[in-house]
């Protein structure tokens, strides 16, 4: 099954400072087809203007990953952790008990960023947050795993997170693909940052979401040069 949620069918929002699009129900936006997907719960495609950002604001008992697709997006909360995260990397924040924190881009450009929101595997972790730098000619027609709880991934570069999932990447040259297995009880769901693919057979425009269950294999072809992003969870 793969439901192709095309990006001009997004819930969002237009703030002046902040032009949001919603894959799943957020905030002012509502749709009861699109709550969560598994253990995955928000996906949002923010656009933030420079010299603005989310001002000190609370989170508890969630997963929170931000991939930033262009400028940069500076960091500051109340455990004393301060970073400045750029294009092609990213940072995590397990809020766990509850944390407090800001999200700035002192650019003089607009920064696009992508939140991704995951529900934890279990509730009054010890908040934790991180950042890091994943070149993209490391992930080039092979995922990337970025941030990840899955026991096959202890060990590895990727980012920690407080559940049984993962957030990887990949970059594609047109005619490039890429296989990723799905086990049964997993679920996917995947956007092009850039360009446009196919997801078996399926396609899947940039900006547009892709999700994906009761596949055994993804098979993911670029019809152009693309930036794809994927999180790989438990269905429920």
């Known amino acids: 099954m793969i439901d192709v949620r095309p990006f001009n ?4 929002a237009d703030h002046g400072w902040l032009k949001a699009r919603h894959h799943f129900s957020f905030a002012g936006y509502h ?9 995955l719960r928000v996906w949002n495609d923010d656009e933030i203007a420079a010299g603005t950002g ?16 262009e ?18 990397d990213v940072q995590i924040m397990s809020a766990g008990t509850g944390v407090v924190h800001s999200e700035y881009n002192l650019e003089s450009e607009t920064t696009r960023i992508f939140q991704i929101w995951i529900i934890p595997d279990r509730r009054g972790a010890k908040p934790n947050w991180g950042a890091k730098q ?3 000619a490391a992930r080039e027609a092979g995922f990337e795993v970025l941030a ?6 202890a060990g590895t570069d990727a980012l920690p997170l407080n559940v049984d999932g993962a957030v990887m990447a990949t970059t594609l040259k047109a005619g490039q693909a890429v296989t990723l297995d799905l086990a049964p009880g997993r679920a996917a769901y995947l ?12 396609p899947v ?13 993804i098979e993911i072809t670029a019809s152009e040069e693309a930036e794809i992003v994927l999180v790989e969870v438990a269905e429920d």
């Open 205 to 217: 425009g940039t900006r547009d979401g892709a999700a994906v269950r009761q596949e055994a294999r």
């Open 9 to 12: 069918t997004l819930g969002g």
């Open 148 to 153: 990840s709880g899955r026991a096959r991934d």
């Open 31 to 39: 749709d009861d087809a699109r709550t969560n997907w598994g253990r």
């Open 191 to 202: 956007v092009p940052a850039k360009g446009a693919v196919t997801v078996n057979g399926t």
């Open 71 to 88: 400028g940069a997006i500076t960091h500051r909360d109340n455990m004393g952790n301060v970073g400045r995260t750029e294009a092609g």
């Open 134 to 136: 994943f070149p993209k």
């Open 54 to 69: 989310f001002d000190p604001h609370p989170h508890r008992d969630m997963e929170i990953i931000t991939y930033v697709r």
